[in-house]
């Protein structure tokens, strides 16, 4: 999809994500595991269930994540780090596919209207949509390839292995961070209390372990 004007504006203020983050010993790598083992148990059951706050906790999540990817990702050959692969691969399939359905189904066709008279959001959902399109089937063998190095065993590939790894996390980053400095404050600001109420209901209905109070607040 062509980037509009509007999005290569955007882009300009909004620092290019890193291609590499910090170095990630084993230590920290088991400390990045327990943070997203923790985010997920936090998740579940809710006082009142917020959208916005789920948001923040899920990109949380995914930049914990991908420093977990990155972590795999430079330990191969030698070490395929299964138990931190089989993480990796049920919070992709858990956290970031509810997540993509979410905005696609319901927080972008709310924003849509008000795209109208904000072109940046306008552009913002146009992009993050294109995204999410062109990374459906690449999740599927992002999840594939991690099961099999939850396996054990150094992969037949490693190069491959690696670079499908770097493929994902990258991007990733850098879409959290869109999300962040641009979609979500401007869901907060735009979106009314009805519309929000909506979201939580979409939310309880296709997500119920996230809510466990029975009750919308």
Known sequence: MATSAAAQSTAERIPPASTAGPECSDGEAGFVAEKMQYRALAEVGCPILDPFVLLDEDNALRLDLCDLLEHIADGLPENAAPQLAQLASSAIERGWINHTVFEEQALFPVL??????????????????????????????????????????????????????????????????????????????????????????????????????????
């Open 112 to 217: 849509h209207h008000h795209g109208l008279g904000h072109p940046e959001l306008r552009a913002c959902v146009a992009r993050l949509a294109s995204e999410h399109e062109s990374d459906l089937g690449f999740d599927q063998e992002l999840i594939d390839t991690l099961n099999d190095l939850a396996r054990g065993g150094p992969p037949a590939n490693p190069e491959m292995v690696g670079y499908l790894l770097r493929a994902h996390f990258v991007p990733m980053r850098r879409h959290v961070l869109w999300e962040n400095a641009l979609l979500i404050p401007a869901a907060r600001r735009l979106l009314s209390a009805e519309e929000v109420t909506t979201l939580r209901e979409w939310i309880r209905d296709r997500e119920p372990e996230r809510c466990t109070c029975g009750r919308l607040g």
